[in-house]
Structure formats: structure tokens, C-alpha cells
């Protein structure tokens, strides 16, 4: 009994009774069991997966009266360790909240529920999001199933792996400067971020609350569609959610034009594989009737001249979030959530010991950069700053999107690294996120699609698109028709 790559299969095999439910979820814990030693999941909710598959089970044997099969009926799902479920247990992947159990669900978590996705159980990840590597985890370092040497990509390593090795349908993730794109394409898999405020934050843990958005990875861009429907749209629990109903825009016209950066292609830094399935990528789409535009950065106003956006896009990153970060995180304090020092004796040692204890060392460095950065002799110097270069790269952005459909870029400057490669160089692992962190940074919607594996290693390189405010669904869709031969 195997699992179907597709909501839209699977669930025609449910009505027909090819298959139940119960099966599903059954091969799923298999694979999960299977799979273990690459430490995805950090915790199974085994019991509580089949006893819902049972109640649909008997919802599909059912006589009149019952209510009609919702649009994720069947489908089983993990979620990222830093996204709440009622009565579940969720850490983050930090110390800090170890054993804490969330009082309420998010609101992507309600909302696919109520629609009859299973939960299967809850996915490592780097410690508050902070990482592209997923060593950064309270419950040591996830493993790339295509070389368990090698790391899943960061944060949402746990997810990646997860649907890697078909231990789920879809994984719900989250993505502030790349967490979904980059372990997707680190394990050939599909991975979009949505626009900023398309998906309620509401109920996933703060890193970066101007960045932070809830994404889903999958084997099938059907599937992240499916998910995203049911995700998206207004939240009276999410200021920042889109105001606007969800409504899916899918390609009207063809071609599609489609910007790339030459001078990306030509960045030391670049893995030659990697620029080689960028360029094939590039004459695929040529191939198929679609116009490539070479766009070119222009200089930045007040640097030297020759500076571009792409010389700033991940210092202005690491200033915005971890300045984000420092105030977020001021909330575990020892006292409103998960752990207390034990030694702690009086007020200050109950903040002071909880936090040396309960954070993690890439969690620390950036509270202390993040604080340094908001200081009042250094507002002006990095943050200030640093918003006004995101403001230039968001502007940049979208006067490229104005003309063309989508831009293309590499998911990732190299293939996934071996364990411990960068653990000791903060700088080159930030580093590795130039290419993610521009639609991040823009407030728009990208989507990592696996592309091609490196001859030399075998490892999976993806690449990158992304689109204009609003369209998630047309990336969705014209990368299907271009990525996917069924
Ligand atoms: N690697 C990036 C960081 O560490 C992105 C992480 C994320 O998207 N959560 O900030």
C-alpha cells in the first residue's frame, strides 16, 4: 500500500475506497519509524493520528446528516515545531520552552483542521528559526536523507526531511529570511513562502514579526495549493494578515517573462554546479516559449558607486531580524513561559540564569547583535539604516516585477554542506541565505522548486522564483507546467 503524491489522487482513492484513511497514516508512521535515525520529528503523535483517521474513516461510511468531506480530507500533515496546536507541546527547538504545551492553536493549524487534514506530529528545526542548517535544534542536528553527512538546510530542516522521505503529504513550515526555500531545495522538494500577511502569524512563535511567514513544503506543487487556499486570508487574531480574501490568480497570458541577474550568475561564491542548473533552468523556460529579461541591480544611492542591493541583502537581514529578534524573545523571561532556573534565587538570577540556560549560542549571539543594533548610539547607524536599504531592495524588487512576471535566482550559492562544515562561522552561514533573503526582505512571494542535483555529489540544487504581491498561485502554476511530466 503505497501513498499518493497528490491530494487530488489521494483523495479520489479515499471516496473510491482503494484506500482509508487509517492506511494513510499508517504508512506514514512506517516511514517515520524507517527514517528515525535522520531525527525530522521530534515528536509523533501516533495514537491521536490514527484515532482521527478513524473518525473520518467512519465520516466516509456514514449515512445522511454527516458533514461532506472537507478540502484537505485525508491528508496528513507535520508541523514545524515552532507552530502552536492546542494541548501540544511546542519548544521552538529551544530549551527555553522545553515541555511548554501551547493553550490555543494557530490559526493555519485551525484553519486545516477544520478541513480534515490529519496532524501527524511536530518537526525539528533551527532554534527560534535562527539557522540554515538545522544544527541549531535543543534536539541535535537534523540529516539529509539524500547523504545523511550532509545538513537538511535550515530552519525548517525537520519539514524537509519529513516530506524527503514521504513521512507526510505536506509539511507546514515557516520562513523568515528563507526557512522554507532553502531546506527545500537542499532535499528536492518543493517549498513556497507566501507573500507577507497572507497566512495569520497567529500562533507561530515570533523570530522576526516583519518577516515571519507560515510556507508549506511538499513533493507536489498541487498540494501546496490546496494548503494554501485553506490557509490564507484575513484573521482578526493578525493585524498584519492581508485585510484581502484570498482569491487565486493563475496565469492569463503566455509567455511568461521572466527576469534573471547576470551578475548573480557571475557571484564568486557560486557553486559552478549550481549556476549550471540556473542556466539549464534559463533555456528550459526559453525552450518553452517564455522570454528571459537579464535585469541588471542599479547602484545604491550614498554607497560608492558600484555597490548594489546584492552587497547589502544580507547585512540589512541580519540588522532588521535580529533587532526584531531581541525584542520577541525578551518575553522568556523565566516567569510567562516553558523553563525556570532552578537556581535561580532572586528576580534577577530568575532572568539572568533562565536565559544563560534555557538559549542556545546562535540565539544569544543574535539577541546581543540585535540589541546592539537598536542601542540608542547605534539606531541610526544600523537600523535606521538598515530599514532604508529595505525599502531600496523592496522598490528595486518590484520595478523589476512591473515588467516582468517572475524573477528567477538560485534557492542556495552551494549544495547542502556536511555537519559541522560552517558551525564555527556564523558570517558564512548567513552568508548562504543571499539569495532568499530578497523576498523576504520585499514582502513578496517565492517558491523553491527542485531543479537538478549536482553531478559530482548527487546532491538535489533547486532554484528559485518569485512573484508579485498576490501571486502565489500563478508561480504555483507555471512552475507545474514547466518542472513537473507526469
Ligand atoms: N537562515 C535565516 C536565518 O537564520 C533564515 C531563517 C528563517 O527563515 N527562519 O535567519
Redesign the pocket.
Known amino acids: 500500500m503505497g501513498s499518493y503524491d497528490t491530494l487530488s489522487s489521494l483523495q479520489a482513492a479515499l471516496f473510491s475506497g482503494k484506500t482509508t484513511c487509517r492506511k494513510q497514516v499508517q504508512h506514514y508512521l512506517e516511514q517515520i519509524e524507517r527514517t528515525r535515525k535522520l531525527n525530522a520529528f521530534v515528536e509523533v503523535w501516533a495514537e491521536e493520528a490514527l484515532a482521527r483517521a478513524d473518525q473520518l474513516d467512519a465520516r466516509l461510511a456514514g449515512k445522511a446528516g454527516t458533514p461532506p468531506p472537507g478540502k484537505l480530507f485525508g491528508a496528513v500533515v507535520s508541523i514545524k515545531d515552532n507552530i502552536c496546536y492546542a494541548g501540544h507541546v511546542v519548544t521552538a527547538g529551544s530549551g527555553i520552552l522545553g515541555g511548554f504545551s501551547s493553550l490555543y492553536s494557530a490559526t493555519a493549524v485551525e484553519r486545516i483542521l477544520a478541513e480534515d487534514a490529519i496532524i501527524i506530529g511536530r518537526t525539528n528545526c533551527?532554534e527560534f528559526?535562527?539557522?540554515?542548517s538545522n544544527e541549531n535544534s535543543v534536539y541535535g542536528p537534523v540529516r539529509n536523507a539524500a547523504d545523511p553527512r550532509r545538513v537538511p538546510g535550515?530552519?525548517?530542516g525537520g519539514a524537509a526531511v519529513a516530506v524527503q522521505t514521504g513521512s507526510c503529504l505536506v509539511a507546514l513550515g515557516?520562513?523568515?529570511?528563507?526557512?522554507?526555500r532553502?531546506p527545500a531545495g537542499f532535499c528536492g522538494v518543493w517549498g513556497l513562502k507566501p507573500a507577507y500577511g497572507r497566512i495569520s502569524r497567529h500562533g507561530l512563535v515570533a523570530?522576526?514579526s516583519s518577516?515571519?511567514q507560515i510556507g508549506f513544503l511538499s513533493r507536489h506543487p498541487e498540494n501546496i495549493a490546496r494548503f494554501l487556499e485553506v490557509c490564507a486570508g484575513p484573521d482578526a487574531y493578525d493585524s498584519t494578515a492581508l485585510r484581502m480574501p484570498f482569491a487565486p490568480v493563475t496565469p492569463d497570458h503566455m509567455p511568461m517573462k521572466i527576469a534573471w541577474y547576470p551578475e548573480v550568475l557571475e557571484q564568486e561564491g557560486l557553486d559552478p554546479k549550481v549556476r549550471q542548473v540556473v542556466a539549464v533552468t534559463i533555456d528550459r523556460y526559453r525552450a518553452a516559449g517564455h522570454t528571459l529579461v537579464p535585469v541588471q541591480a542599479a547602484p545604491l544611492p550614498g554607497a560608492s558607486g558600484k555597490e548594489t542591493i546584492w552587497d547589502f541583502m544580507v547585512p540589512a537581514?541580519?540588522v532588521l531580524?535580529t533587532a526584531e529578534a531581541s525584542s520577541n524573545l525578551a518575553r522568556y523571561d523565566g516567569i510567562r513561559y516553558g523553563c525556570r532556573s532552578p537556581e535561580a534565587r532572586t528576580l534577577e538570577e530568575t532572568y539572568t540564569l533562565t536565559r544563560s540556560e534555557g538559549f542556545g549560542d546562535e540565539v544569544k549571539r543574535r539577541i546581543l547583535l540585535g540589541t546592539f543594533v537598536l542601542s540608542s548610539g547605534y539606531y541610526d547607524a544600523y537600523y535606521r539604516k538598515a530599514q532604508q536599504v529595505r525599502r531600496i531592495i523592496q522598490e528595486q524588487t518590484l520595478a523589476v516585477l512591473q515588467d516582468c512576471d517572475f524573477i528567477l535566482l538560485p534557492v542556495a550559492p552551494t549544495v547542502a554542506w556536511q555537519l559541522g562544515e560552517k558551525s564555527d562561522d556564523p558570517v558564512e552561514?548567513?552568508l548562504?541565505?543571499i539569495y532568499?533573503?530578497q523576498a523576504?526582505l520585499a514582502g513578496l512571494p517565492a517558491l523553491a522548486v527542485p531543479a537538478g542535483t549536482h553531478p559530482g555529489n548527487g546532491m538535489p540544487i533547486g532554484v528559485q522564483l518569485i512573484g508579485g504581491f498576490g501571486d502565489e498561485v500563478k508561480l504555483l502554476d507555471f512552475a507545474e507546467s514547466i518542472h513537473i511530466h507526469l
Open positions: 533551527d528559526g535562527m539557522g540554515s535550515g530552519s525548517s515557516s520562513d523568515t529570511g528563507g526557512s522554507v532553502q523570530y522576526a518577516f515571519d537581514y541580519y531580524t552561514m548567513y548562504a541565505d532568499t533573503v523576504s
